[in-house]
């Protein structure tokens, strides 16, 4: 349930643009951010959550919209999503997207 240091510190980079650019992903927090990016044309690699997001109405039911979208679905710590993620309070869910080429 704990990521490892070297996948910590992978993610962690990616709230750099440089490492954005070179690795060509991004990391999205929140709820809605991660449901409305369902809607889209990204291409997810893993999504991070906790696991009292299963608790939250609006968090489960986007856990079930998730499972047959994305392969790398992983419960972590809070402590792991909130070490990837630029918010104070994170809501319990992160996801690691593609970036698009134009």
Known sequence: MTLSKSHLKELKELTQ??????QAKFVIEGIRLVHE???SDFEFIEVLHTP???EHPGGKAL?????GRVDGLRPVAQRDIEAITDT???QGIAAVLRQQRH
């Open 17 to 22: 643009k440089k490492h954005r650019e070179e």
């Open 37 to 39: 990016a369902l809607d």
């Open 52 to 54: 009292e997001l299963e």
């Open 63 to 67: 856990l079930q919209a998730l499972k």
């Open 88 to 90: 104070v309070t994170a």
